[in-house]
């Protein structure tokens, strides 16, 4: 039995990779970048990963991801604060 992934952990991941990356949704391609890892990471149709970039879309406009980058936990301390300096 495969154990579900919370949506909460769902976009911790995203934005980690969209950090990683150095995507946001002021970027082009963001969505599609999205879409793509939501496919190949969790298997989600394009419908279900639009709903993430909903979520991702409006968490960027509330504080350009600091709260969820600060809180990540798949990124380094590094990879924190460098994303903190630049977007804080």
Not at 14 to 38: E, M, Q, Y
Not at 45 to 62: E, N, P, Q
Not at 63 to 88: Q, R, S
Request: include cysteine.
């Amino acid at each position: 039995m495969s154990k579900r992934i919370s949506r909460a952990d769902v976009i911790d991941y995203l934005i980690a990779i969209s950090v990683k990356a150095n995507k946001n949704p002021d970027k082009a391609g963001f969505a599609d970048f999205i879409i793509r890892k939501c496919q190949n990471k969790f298997g989600y149709d394009k419908y279900r990963a639009k709903s993430f970039i909903d979520t991702l879309v409006g968490a960027w406009r509330d504080d350009k991801w600091n709260y969820h980058v600060k809180n990540n936990p798949y990124l380094t301390a590094e990879e924190k604060e460098n994303w903190v300096k630049e977007h804080g």
